[in-house]
């Protein structure tokens, strides 16, 4: 079974992802997050701490590791 990344409702194309336990958006590090300027390729463990989701605004504790 694959991921959808939430926000772009395509199929997750790297090997693990990391869910929002709030509103379920997924950050899919071979895509990164457009809307926070962090660039494709950029590991959620790299990842500033002040860094949170990008449509709830949930700290980065919230997400979860999910397989891709």
């Not at 959808?4 to 071979?30: A, H, M, N, Q, R």
Request: one cysteine or more; glycine letters at 8%; hydrophobic letters at 30%.
């Amino acid at each position: 079974m694959s991921s959808v990344d939430l926000t772009t409702g395509e199929p997750s194309t790297s090997g693990v992802c990391y869910e929002c336990g709030v509103c379920w958006t997924v950050y899919d590090p071979s895509k990164g997050d457009d809307f926070a300027q962090v660039s494709y390729g950029t590991a959620f463990e790299q990842l500033p701490s002040n860094w949170t989701c990008p449509h709830c605004d949930a700290p980065k504790t919230r997400f979860l590791r999910v397989p891709a």
